[in-house]
């Protein structure tokens, strides 16, 4: 033990000799450990709990043509202002972006 105890107080000589190194060295540390800190928050909330909305009050409009199977998602920029417009939402959101799907994907919303 008493080994140990003497390595330990010949580092802490080392430390106290050599400041600046000391200094740049608990700053190193200490940045690093901020950007992991911000790297695993953004983590986390990116990709655990990116949805910190009332789920049950988002939905994706989207219409069909009479006749045809597929599913249209886009709108025309008229349709958008109808729709926006109306007054039947709270809020109307219009993205580029493949469209977002709520729910447990067991079928149609």
Known sequence: MSRLTSRFRLAALGLARHRRATLVMVATLALLIA???????LGYNLLVSPWTYDSDRLGV???????STPERYGFTA???R???????????????????AFGDGSGPA
């Open 35 to 41: 950007v992991l800190c911000a790297l695993a928050s």
């Open 82 to 100: 109808l729709i926006r417009d109306a007054g039947l939402f709270d809020t109307v959101v219009a993205s580029q972006r493949v469209p977002v």
């Open 61 to 67: 409009l989207r219409h069909g043509v009479a006749g």
């Open 78 to 80: 008229g349709e958008y």
